[in-house]
């Protein structure tokens, strides 16, 4: 991304010093396709239901049929996170709890004695309300081997997230895109004004070019006529 921004940013001094309008107007149709880019991408990233947000929770999803370990001894760090985001968002899975019903989901921890318990659990032990962690780890064991959707979480992490986001970022993300989209917009002005001013120059020069020529023409053609003058009163 900083590649891309210093490249975009060279071209843009290589086009406003070279002063051709080739490469200014080149620089102009990059600068309104970044806009129009900014503007589509922050309507997606606005609109919970839009593609960009589907394919993203698609993304999460298969991440964490794949990679999301049950178990006191998960070492993955997609279930660190998710585990932390699920108990301080107060969520389950990705879309839900159903994320968690496809496929049976075992849960192996050592009691204080050194004895290891596997347990079938319907859902992960972070999904299960506050109420039930706050009891302790039997409790909250008990709540993941129910298949009462009562004791836990049913909102998806991804809407929590979306909303937090929203609630706490949305409007320094708005007003940062607006003003990045106002720079962008001020340089596209001052380009058209920087190739107008060329074009006005290269007017103005081919004008005076052509007076000039017109110039030495009628003082060729004069110069003629004073010739020819100078012959005829040497005859006379």
């Known amino acids: 991304m900083g590649v891309a921004l210093m490249a975009f940013s060279a071209f843009g001094l290589y086009a406003v010093t070279s002063r051709k309008p080739l490469q200014i107007y080149l620089f102009i149709a990059v600068l309104l396709a970044a806009v129009i880019g900014q503007i589509i991408f922050l309507i997606n990233m606005l609109d919970l239901r839009s593609q960009f947000h589907r394919r993203m929770r698609q993304s999460l999803s298969t991440s964490l049929r794949t990679r999301y370990e049950f178990g006191a ?11 932390g985001v699920m108990l301080m968002g107060e969520c389950c899975g990705i879309n839900g709890p159903h994320d968690f019903t496809v496929r049976r989901n075992h849960y192996i921890h050592t009691t204080s004695g050194h004895v290891t318990h596997n347990a079938t659990v319907v859902f992960p032990l972070a999904c299960c309300h506050r109420s039930y962690i706050e009891r302790g780890f039997h409790s909250t064991l008990d709540c993941a081997l129910s298949w009462s959707k009562q004791a836990i979480n049913t909102e998806g992490c991804y809407k929590t997230v979306y ?12 007003w940062i895109y607006v003003v990045i989209t106002y720079v962008e917009l001020m340089q596209i002005l001052l380009c058209l004004s920087q190739a107008s001013e060329i074009a006005r120059e290269k007017r103005a020069n081919k004008l005076s070019s052509a007076l000039r020529r017109a110039r030495l023409r009628q003082r060729s053609n004069c110069m003629i006529v004073q010739n020819q003058l100078r012959l005829v009163h040497t005859d006379v």
């Open 163 to 174: 909303a937090y986001m929203s609630e706490n970022f949305g409007s320094a993300i708005v």
């Open 73 to 83: 001894d998960a070492h993955d760090t997609f279930t660190y996170i998710m585990n």
